[in-house]
């Protein structure tokens, strides 16, 4: 089975910096999505950025970009420019491309608390 | 507003109890996925249905079950309530079912058991 670890639990970034969130999973597979998910105090989930284990090319998405080490089966999220908006609870998500389930595996998340 | 409609928004209810959680999903989504959000399990799946059918199970108890209806509302039964079952209950829904499927969650139906 597949596991997804996030170890840091909180983070705290001041405005407009930069902040890395950490996640690692372990698989078997060679094919598979990588997600970060953010859910704010609304309780929502938000889907950040996905990562494509396939393409070398790491995602971005505007002030939201990841490094992907899949050889170290590393997958870290890293916010420029961090805002207020961005203070929330971050789930980083695992998912299997073969299957038939496609359920998502999460981590424990990492709350980042935005300081202005 | 992910167009994922989960009701009721709260729930709070005894032990022993049964309740019924319910799922809308975006127009034309075919495939409904059910997590739970607990303080000491983190996030779980518990179940996924696709165009009616049940494709997968996760870490579902057998007090719980789903069901995914003709016009593609879910619904999950949870029974014989336990003090543990407290917990934030996810809708998801996608087109298809596919692994790179964008999903689009619900708000989440929280449910307190005393």
């Known amino acids: 089975a597949q596991t997804v670890t996030q170890s840091q639990p909180e983070m705290s970034v001041q405005e407009a910096e930069t902040v890395t969130l950490s996640c690692t999973y372990d698989?078997?597979?060679?094919?598979?999505?990588l997600f970060w998910y953010k859910q704010p105090p609304s309780r929502q989930m938000i889907l950040v950025i996905r990562q494509e284990a396939y393409k070398q090319q790491n995602a971005t998405e505007n002030r939201f970009s990841v490094n992907f080490q899949k050889a170290a089966k590393s997958f870290s999220l890293k916010i420029s420019d961090s805002q207020l908006g961005d203070a929330a609870m971050y789930f980083c998500?695992?998912?299997?491309?073969?299957?038939?389930?496609?359920?998502?595996?999460f981590g424990g998340g990492t709350r980042l608390m935005v300081k202005p | 507003d992910s167009g994922v409609t989960q009701t009721p928004k709260h729930l709070i209810t005894a032990t022993g109890q049964r309740v019924t959680l319910r799922c809308s999903p975006r127009s034309g989504d075919l495939s409904v996925y059910w997590y739970q959000q607990s303080l000491d399990q983190g996030l779980q799946f518990l179940i996924h249905?696709?165009?009616?059918?049940?494709?997968a199970k996760g870490n579902i108890l057998e007090r719980f079950s789903a069901q995914q209806f003709p016009d593609l509302h879910s619904e999950l039964n949870l029974s014989s309530l336990e003090l543990g079952d407290s917990a934030l209950y996810f809708c998801?829904?996608?087109?298809?079912?596919?692994?790179?499927?964008?999903?689009?969650f619900g708000s989440g139906t929280q449910l307190s058991v005393l």
């Open positions: 698989t078997s597979e060679s094919d598979y999505y």
């Open positions: 998801a829904s996608s087109v298809v079912a596919g692994p790179n499927e964008k999903l689009f």
């Open positions: 998500a695992y998912r299997s491309a073969m299957n038939a389930g496609n359920m998502l595996t």
């Open positions: 249905y696709y165009n009616g059918e049940e494709r």
